[in-house]
Nanobody, 129 residues
Framework: QAQLVESGGGSVQSGGALRLSCEVS???????????VAWFRQVPGQAREGVAS???????HYAASVKGRFTISRDNVKNTLHLQMNNLQPEDTAMYYC????????????????????WGQGTQVTVSS
């Protein structure tokens, strides 16, 4: 069973930056490039939304709201997913989760939460104006 552990959240002012990490472990889940992996965020009372995903070949997909500010990357040696978040805005405040799809090939990885079936516990990001 895949285990995902996020870290790196915190509180920053508008315009600041944070780098989130998600360590993936478990039998058969290395390297992480063999799976669709993605970042999501959720505000209380709202649906979870996709932020960024990354394919096996390194192609990345972003939500329109974060394109140009966020960068997803992957370290296959450490089996870790990252999300570099620059120029953070108050509307980026949310709990951030990483997700992994155990079933589908890592091509054109979706930003839909329903496509993912393994989740971390989340890390909180708070941006003040």
């Amino acid at each position: 069973q895949a285990q995902l552990v996020e870290s790196g959240g915190g509180s920053v002012q508008s315009g600041g930056a944070l780098r989130l990490s998600c360590e993936v472990s478990g039998p058969g889940y290395s390297p992480v490039s063999g799976y669709c992996v993605a970042w999501f965020r959720q505000v209380p009372g709202q649906a979870r939304e996709g932020v960024a995903s990354i394919d096996e070949d390194g192609s990345a997909h972003y939500a329109a709201s974060v394109k140009g500010r966020f960068t997803i990357s992957r370290d296959n040696v450490k089996n870790t997913l990252h999300l570099q978040m620059n120029n953070l805005q108050p509307e980026d405040t949310a709990m951030y989760y990483c997700g992994l799809d155990r079933l589908r090939a890592p091509v054109d990885c979706a930003l839909s939460p329903g496509a993912y079936n393994a989740w971390g516990q989340g890390t909180q990001v708070t941006v003040s104006s």
